[in-house]
């Protein structure tokens, strides 16, 4: 009997973050550029050059735009291939950029990879077996997370900075950031002065970041403070789907009225509400669409004139 041969179906290629698909070139003083535009619409062009002069065999389609930094970022547009794979070309791309739009006393500067590190908050750690110079927080906890982990960290900070606010205080939190292919190595607790300590992953936020939680702004929804989540179209403690007409034989299909009003039969006790969809709102809307008021004359008022 002839040995069966066991043939495995290859493996599609794994999907990468999208921060590990971009490279940026920022400027040594970020001044306002005309030609952004004209930049984002032939950078592609430029990078294509690069890799017909360099013999590089690497399909490489690129999308690029200037940032608020006035910084060109490039993004690779197969989401398996890393922008790491033209690190080689950095230099020359850089160089062919400078010449196809010279920004005089401010030259754009060489290509980087852009960050795409994770941040990591340690929680719990004795302030009594910290350092109290910020500088020297690094390779002190750099040493210990590798013999524990065996993960090396980029780098360490306190989360709060101010010294005088956590001095009453008997613990503190530390930011370290990490490669992304060692969050699953540091999981979700760290033995660290012979105690237990729980990791979460960390979230930076500004004053203009909204909460999808409480429509607040100033912090992440991972961190908001309110117990219950508010409604987007009242305030109220609610959700969305609230606003949905509790008839299951409306015949606007659910519509999403803070006050629904239709003929139809009041639901009895225990009847289910029909599940909300994209497409019985397009037809809601569809409904509206066609009904148009008549226009309606404006008078103005005029000075009766002798």
Known sequence: MAPSIITTAPQAPKLLPRAEGRFYAPRSSPTVYPKSLLIAA????????????????LTLTVTAKVNTRRSVMLAVSETTTPAASFAPYFDTLTTKLNRAFPVGDSPWLPFRLAPNEVQLAIQSLPLAFLPEDPEELFPSLAVSILNTKKVEILSARYLNPNSESSASKSATSVIVLVNPGDVPVMGYSIRLFSLSRPIERAYSSNRYTQCRNCRGFGHLTQHCPTPSRVCPLCSLHHTRSNHRCPNPTCPSASNLKA?????????????STPPFTKNALAAQLLQLSRVRPLPQKSYAWRPLTT
Not at 42 to 55: E, G, K, P, Q
């Open 42 to 57: 032939t950078c592609s062009d430029i990078v294509a050059l690069v890799r017909r002069d360099a013999n590089c065999t």
């Open 259 to 271: 006050t629904p009003s239709c003929g139809s039969a009041v639901p009895t006790a225990g009847a």
